[in-house]
């Protein structure tokens, strides 16, 4: 039983071995020429009108919020048509609701102006 396991083992130590190797090897051998134009922040060309800590706009957690929504829906309504006929009732009630769920999230979303552009 755990010879079947074995090859997993095995990728699982290979990737891992490799994902640390190539990494340590490009800094180990990287060329390092330091230049105050390479060491500045750097923004769209320019250089950066604020500092990098400000606090972000509310609206940029509700678009997230929002992305969280429609991925949940897309994630858990496909598989779910794909096996409607032989859940019956009980999956449709279950999807139902989650459906509800999303919904009220959504209109919270409207609500709160995240569908409006500037």
Known sequence: MLENYLPILMFLIIGGVLGMAVPLIGFILGPRRPDPEKNSPYECGFAPFTDSRIPFDVRYYLVAIIFIIFDLETAFLV????????????????????????????????????????
């Open 79 to 118: 598989p779910w048509a794909v096996v409607f006929r032989k859940i019956g009732w009980y999956g449709m009630a279950s999807m139902g609701i989650f459906l509800g769920i999303l919904v009220i999230g959504f209109i919270y979303e409207w609500k709160k102006g995240a569908l409006e552009w500037e």
